[in-house]
């Protein structure tokens, strides 16, 4: 089947821009994740819906950043008055609950001039 | 929060050799995963292995939850398994934390 897609795959913005990334998780998913890595570094949590509902935004940088999910299933993350230091590369990933094994879309990479 | 640490950083191997990659983590954890991450920076999964021992080919797995450590075995190494390796692992809260990967690269 297919797995998790994320769009688009490459965006570049102007600073002070709002940008919107959009992901789709494996069909049946019901959990779904954002994280972000900047160049070279490891993965850095942003937030995890369980159905509609974000339980936990304490992973998101700040309150530029806000996130959606309709109808358990499409994604989408909102930067709003974007900075240089939010370019990065925005993973999406999902899974079927909580605990279960994640699985990544192939990234959005966000680059702010 | 959990501190989940990688070694080594760094590796280089000869193609043909085999390796050992190790993951400590700092408390309990529900699940723990390990991931190669490829030169394009698509995340692939390689195991989910909360404890215990797996293999898929060339690769083996093997976790101790109980002396918070996991290791990821690589056989007769190709040029196709450079990349970046991450463990990652499930404690309290919802999220994945990951360790800060080993880069490996397979000389011909």
């Known amino acids: 089947g297919a797995g998790v897609s994320q769009s688009p795959s490459n965006k570049v913005t102007e600073k002070g821009k709002d940008v919107e990334l959009r992901c789709d998780p494996i069909?049946?998913?019901?959990?779904l994740y954002w994280y972000r890595q900047s160049l070279g570094q490891g993965l850095e949590f942003l937030i995890y819906f369980q159905g509609n509902s974000a339980p936990d935004k304490s992973g998101l940088p700040s309150d530029r950043f806000s996130a959606e999910r309709t109808g358990g299933s499409v994604s989408t993350l909102t930067i709003q008055r974007t900075q240089q230091e939010d370019s990065a590369v925005y993973l999406c990933?999902?899974?079927?609950?909580?605990?279960?094994?994640?699985?990544f879309g192939p990234g959005t990479r966000l680059t702010v001039l | 929060g959990i501190q989940v640490e990688q070694s080594p950083p760094d590796l280089i191997l000869q193609e043909g050799a085999n390796s050992t990659l190790r993951c400590n983590f700092s408390?309990?954890?529900?699940?723990l995963q390990w991931f190669h991450q490829n030169p394009w920076g698509q995340l692939i999964n390689l195991f989910y292995?909360?404890?215990g021992t797996k293999q898929n080919g060339r690769l083996s797995a093997t976790t101790v939850a109980t002396e918070r450590y996991s290791l990821l075995y690589i056989s007769s190494s190709q040029t196709t398994d450079s990349g970046v390796y991450f463990c990652?692992?499930?404690?309290?809260?919802?999220?994945?934390?990951f360790g800060g990967g080993t880069r490996l690269m397979v000389k011909p």
């Open positions: 990652a692992v499930w404690n309290a809260g919802n999220m994945l934390t």
């Open positions: 069909s049946g998913h019901t959990a």
């Open positions: 292995i909360p404890s």
């Open positions: 408390d309990s954890v529900n699940n």
């Open positions: 990933a999902s899974s079927l609950g909580i605990y279960n094994e994640q699985f």
